[in-house]
């Protein structure tokens, strides 16, 4: 292989391919919890907002340069990511204790907090300049195009660190299933259970978005095909939800640099263009039992 | 007309010897230790109270105690207050062990519950989910290996009478079935204390007397069984005890007889009720008319 091949092969192609494995990993994982901790089957970090928070959260970071005081400038986009992801997790998880709520409530909520985050960060575009205008967009459409391998390992590390939590709960979490009240006369401590699996989402929706920015529906579709392969026995759904959700995202690039000839569509409208559809059988799935 | 007679009579010496007549304790043989006790209960919904200072004699261990009353009486807040599900003021004492402020993981060891409403949309078996009532949370009783859980979740499956839905999914299952397959998991943990909301409200006449059959033989095994029913009927034939509420506060208290008389459920329902015996003895409500 000569010098020209082995550095599109391993500097530009294979953290690409990688980080569209370890992105769909983490969000599908992350939107099998959700579905799960919010009982709700359209639960995701993207339709929920939490992916338009921490994409709001990293635009202060790249736009203006805001961050946590003492935060280094290499770590201002994730720890901006992470707070406003973690604060959407908790928001939703307010409201969804409240009661009345429902599922649909939470959907709409949800849908609410993206318009919300969107609007501000439009603010901020609009203050931008015109480089870090450019750097904001190209990033905000979701592209991997920007993957390296240090990215790579960072992300790795998180999902490494985080993952064994989510399978270690894999009971408490199929109990959940069964309902509140049962998971709880099964010895279930709830309230922990859900925050911690929030925290969880927040780390691994912080860190897939502040490296590609913001990639829709893979939390959504990963894990239903997960479940409807495996069942909803968190000890298969979960690990199904990592293999679904990095083979949905691994095709998704595919498809961004086959469908135009000569150029690659950032990898988030793709997975938008697929989710779409997935997002409104579900809706209506749920509206006709 | 005297063939007639003597039919008749051979018919219902038949049935009596079908319907298992309710055996005494202390006739049975068993011996049975233990009591809840409950004192002083506050317990609601925000700032909503719906129990306050409630006192109710003992429950003892062995018998099957049926709560009933009308809609929003407090019966089902009873139920989840010793589930451990809303906040709580008093005290609830199982054998001296306070409840109140109990961990949900030490409360599992001693409480089941059976919710009144089982979600219906899992995808999920029969067998997965009995055994995730197991491994939700630490399990004392039996050791961890998983072939001592399965075998303890078929033993409760064999035991309800559902071994052939052991792997039928939850979704797939008839509003009974699920029902059914929610006792089970409420049992397999071996719960001191079972609680069940309105167990048969799903169910054909014939998974009723099944599902009352089973809780008075769990009560026999040494359990304190308290159900929420609102079919008096069974209630009349099933319990041993029968505690009627209304707005939060017991109106009626005794056996059967005792408790569900006329004058308590034209009080409590504001209905006329006659109480009868049937031929086998066996005391049974008729419904005539709301009062004016």
Redesign the interface.
């Known amino acids: 292989m000569d010098l020209a091949t082995q550095v599109i092969v391993w500097e530009v192609r294979m953290p690409y391919s990688i980080m569209a494995l370890l992105v769909g990993a983490s969000l599908s994982i992350a939107g099998c919890e959700m579905q799960t901790i919010m009982n709700n089957?359209m639960a995701s970090p993207f339709t929920l907002g939490v992916s338009a928070a921490a994409s709001f959260g990293a635009a202060l970071a790249i736009i203006i340069g805001v961050s946590l005081p003492g935060v280094g400038t290499e770590w201002m986009v994730l720890a901006n990511a992470f707070l406003f992801a973690f604060g959407a997790t908790m928001l939703l998880q307010t409201l969804s204790s409240l009661k009345g709520a429902g599922p649909e409530g939470l959907v709409l909520f949800g849908i609410a907090l993206v318009f919300t985050f969107n609007a501000f960060t439009g603010i901020l575009q609009y203050m931008a300049s015109a480089e870090a205008l450019q750097q904001f967009i190209f990033w905000s459409l979701g592209s991997l195009t920007k993957a390296n391998w240090e990215n790579i390992r960072f992300l790795l590390i998180l999902i490494v660190a985080i993952v064994p939590f989510s399978l270690a709960s894999a009971?408490?979490l199929?109990?959940l299933?069964?309902?509140e009240?049962?998971?709880?006369?099964?010895?279930?401590?709830?309230g922990r259970l859900r925050f911690l699996s929030l925290l969880r989402v927040s780390i691994l929706t912080a860190g897939s978005v502040s490296f590609v920015g913001t990639i829709g529906f893979i939390g959504l579709v990963g894990p239903h095909i997960a479940?409807l392969l495996v069942?909803?026995?968190h000890r298969f759904s979960l690990p199904a939800s990592i293999l679904s959700g990095a083979l949905i995202m691994s095709l998704a690039s595919i498809a961004s640099k086959a469908l135009v000839h000569g150029a690659i569509i950032p990898v988030g409208i793709v997975t938008s263009l697929i989710g779409v559809p997935v997002f409104i059988i579900l809706i209506f799935n749920k509206r006709s039992? | 007309m005297e063939v007639l007679e003597q039919l008749e009579i051979e018919k219902q010496s038949e049935v009596a010897g079908r319907v298992q007549a309710r055996p005494p304790l202390i006739e049975s043989g068993c011996e049975f230790i233990g009591k809840l006790e409950i004192k002083g209960l506050n317990a609601g919904y925000g700032r909503k109270a719906i129990l306050h200072q409630l006192d109710i004699p003992p429950f003892e261990v062995g018998q099957v105690t049926v709560l009933t009353g009308p809609n929003a009486a407090g019966k089902s807040t009873l139920l989840r207050a010793l589930a451990g599900l809303l906040e709580v003021q008093g005290s609830m004492k199982f054998n001296g062990q306070e409840l109140v402020g109990m961990s949900a993981r030490q409360r599992a060891g001693i409480v089941g519950f059976m919710p009144q409403h089982v979600p219906n949309n899992i995808n999920l078996s029969v067998m997965e989910a009995v055994i995730s009532a197991l491994k939700a949370s630490p399990f004392d009783a039996v050791s961890g290996k998983n072939n001592s859980l399965h075998g303890r979740a078929l033993d409760i499956l064999e035991r309800i009478g559902i071994t052939h839905l052991a792997l039928d999914h939850l979704s797939q299952l008839s509003g009974g079935q699920r029902q059914i397959a929610s006792l089970a998991r409420t049992v397999v943990r071996d719960p001191k204390i079972l609680l069940l909301d309105e167990p048969t409200s799903a169910l054909d006449l014939k998974h009723q007397v099944k599902v009352m059959k089973l809780a008075r033989s769990f009560a026999m095994d040494g359990r304190i069984v308290i159900i929420v029913l609102h079919d008096l009927n069974l209630a009349l034939r099933w319990a041993d005890r029968v505690i009627v509420m209304d707005k939060g506060k017991i109106a009626g208290y005794g056996n059967p007889t005792e408790s569900i008389t006329a004058q308590t459920i034209a009080k409590v329902y504001g209905v006329h009720v006659r109480i009868i015996n049937c031929p086998l003895g066996q005391p049974h409500m008729i419904v005539d008319d709301e009062m004016q």
Not at chain 1, 181 to 190: E, L
């Open positions: 089957a009971w408490k199929t109990a299933r069964l309902g009240d049962s998971a709880k006369s099964f010895g279930v401590n709830v479940k069942g909803e026995d039992k």
